[in-house]
């Protein structure tokens, strides 16, 4: 019994990507651009996102920082810190705004990861990149919550239109995968195949 559940989560998993890889192909690419933009004119990736997406927003960092699935050297990419013990620093939602303002500078992104887009700290951290002159890439779930409101016309909204959690974080993970290839072609070239 628990076996045919098991594969019905494979099968949805499956389904939802098929259904959304051609909505979010172009704005994956104008995320690639935004990112490829940013580095190779000196500026460096921030990223962060809250509980479960922080770990998303480090994953990304590594994967920018160590490379994907090629050797090359690191992008200049910072995950922000998300936890406890920074955010008791700041007043509630800061934490994040105030390491923004701290580390960003004009013409560095801004990458902000969550499920459904609501939290009020990452609202925060984008109106923070927004004053620095930053460029803000979200990738969010649902339909993009108050963060994609605040976004402006220059940053880039990847929106994955599904509402359980599990499947939005799925095709976000696959769309860092997405991300950092298409950085890597970019600055390599094609890779041959396996």
């Known amino acids: 019994m628990l076996d045919l559940r098991i594969q019905q989560h494979f099968i949805d998993s499956a389904d939802l990507h098929y259904q959304v890889a051609e909505g979010l192909a172009k704005p994956v690419d104008a995320a690639v651009q935004a990112v490829l933009a940013c580095v190779t004119g000196g ?18 960092a590594s994967l920018l920082l160590g490379g994907f699935e090629r050797e090359r050297p690191g992008l200049s990419a910072w995950a922000l810190s998300a936890d406890a013990m920074t955010a008791s620093l700041w007043s509630e939602n800061q934490g994040l705004a105030n390491q923004v303002k701290a580390l960003g500078q004009t013409g560095d992104v801004l990458v902000l990861i969550s499920a459904d887009g609501s939290e009020q700290a990452l609202v925060d951290a984008a109106q923070a990149a927004h004053d620095r002159e930053m460029t803000v890439v979200a990738l969010t779930g649902r339909q993009g919550g108050t963060l994609s409101r ?10 994955v239109p599904h509402e359980r959690v599990a499947r939005i974080r799925e095709v976000q993970h696959l769309v860092l995968h997405c991300l950092c290839d298409g950085i890597d072609t970019q600055l390599l070239g094609e890779q041959e195949p396996l």
């Not at 500026?43 to 990304?60: D, E, H, I």
């Not at 605040?150 to 929106?159: I, K, P, W």
């Open 43 to 60: 500026g460096k990736v921030l990223t962060a996102g809250l509980g479960t997406s922080n770990g998303l927003a480090q994953y990304l």
């Open 150 to 159: 605040q976004l402006r016309e220059t940053d880039v909204h990847v929106c």
